[in-house]
């Protein structure tokens, strides 16, 4: 039976370092081999509430986008396969495309992923990512016009994040003919399939379409449902594990 990764996604500085490193660390021992992690941002278009609020605390209390490098670095210690940074386009632009990409290539960064980078209008962000060697992931969403995935196609990227739905994240997705008929359409060696996984059945209905099932508002959840961060993350994410 065809392997699927699953990737988990973590807000950089929620609920404050040492409780994103129990998580991290939980996560990692429960087998997850890829580890997304967000740099908290103002203003998200992608976001349902549950990681918007965790972005919110993070920023209030004090996370910083120069402190991206340190947790970095933590995931990379854990021994995660693949560890890949998320935000905005403003932020990228406030510190400069090339500089930003550069320091995610030197911290050892798999991929980026920038969702408001539109593929026509992208100042340049996946051209400066391919001459620097480090992979851009630009976004799919189900509701894609065949043109613009054909656009996607013709970029030819190794990898691809892939919306399963419309909207933010948060609520559970139902995995539907459409749903896989969708992720068929995409041309690339690797797919990142996410929004609204949070259980076995779904990321089972995955396996053999995508490269990894990615989990995010599920696991951010169970972050603010404990005191025990390592127990709440760890059960959490082996809900998701088929």
């Known amino acids: ?137 630009p976004v799919a969403v189900s509701n894609m016009a065949e043109h613009r995935l054909g656009l996607l196609g013709a970029m030819g990227p190794k990898r691809v994040y892939a919306a399963l739905r419309q909207g933010v994240t948060g609520r559970a997705t139902d995995i539907t003919a459409e749903s896989l008929a969708f992720l068929s359409r995409i041309s690339c060696r690797y797919i990142y399939a996410g929004f609204g996984i949070c259980r076995s059945s779904q990321v089972e209905s995955l396996r053999g379409h995508v490269h990894a099932a990615v989990i995010g508002s599920h696991i951010t959840r169970a972050l603010t449902e404990g005191d025990d961060i390592y127990r709440e993350v760890r059960g959490a994410i082996e809900q998701c594990i088929p």
């Not at 081999?33 to 740099?39: D, F, M, P």
């Not at 386009?89 to 980026?112: P, Q, S």
């Open 1 to 137: 039976m065809k392997h699927i990764s699953i990737m988990a996604h973590l807000v950089a500085g929620f609920p404050s370092r040492e409780g994103w490193q129990e998580a991290a660390r939980a996560l990692a021992d429960a087998g997850v081999e890829i580890l997304e992690i967000q740099i908290p941002f103002s203003d998200p278009t992608a976001d349902g509430p549950v990681i918007t609020e965790a972005s919110e605390q993070a920023l209030r209390s004090g996370f910083k986008v120069r402190d991206i490098g340190g947790y970095i670095a933590d995931g990379l210690k854990l021994g995660f396969q693949e560890v890949h940074v998320m935000t905005y386009a403003n932020i990228v632009h406030r510190w400069g495309i090339e500089a930003y990409l550069k320091f995610m290539k030197d911290a050892g960064v798999t991929g980026v992923i920038v969702p408001d980078f539109p593929l026509e209008d992208d100042d340049g962000f996946y051209r400066t990512a391919a001459d620097i060697g480090i992979d851009a992931l």
